[in-house]
Nanobody
Framework: QVQLVESGGGLVQDGGSLRLSCAGS????????MGWFRQGPGKERDFVAA????????YYGESVLGRYTISRDNAKNTVYLQMNSLKPEDTAVYYC????????????????????WGQGTQVTVSS
């Protein structure tokens, strides 16, 4: 089993920045492909970003490309999501997700690609 705990959410003004963190435990962190998803009010949970096991590859959803950066520190068992130029439409609960994939370089963008989920952290962007 993998446990994921997100932190760093909060209230920020339009154009502001936040950095989310997700700490993992339960398995070797470097064996995990990591992702971030978000779910806005009344909306489905959507893909935000993914990062490979060693951090060498990343992939982003179109709506956040150029504004968000995903990174990881395997020594600290943590993945980050730096969010810049935030907009009110970025308001959502942000979820960290993990897939145990010790032998693959594939990045996953679908909900079904991930086995483990955090509890989510609220991000609210005011206009």
């Amino acid at each position: 089993q993998v446990q994921l705990v997100e932190s760093g959410g909060g209230l920020v003004q339009d154009g502001g920045s936040l950095r989310l963190s997700c700490a993992g435990s339960g398995r070797t962190f470097s064996d995990l492909v990591m992702g971030w998803f978000r779910q806005g009010p009344g909306k489905e949970r959507d893909f935000v970003a993914a990062i490979s096991r060693n951090g060498g590859s990343t992939y982003y959803g179109e709506s956040v490309l150029g504004r968000y950066t995903i990174s990881r520190d395997n020594a600290k068992n943590t993945v980050y999501l730096q969010m810049n130029s935030l907009k009110p439409e970025d308001t959502a609960v942000y979820y960290c997700a993990a897939r145990w994939s010790p032998k693959t370089t594939v990045l996953y963008t679908d909900l079904d690609g991930y086995q483990y989920w955090g509890q989510g952290t609220q991000v609210t962007v005011s206009s």
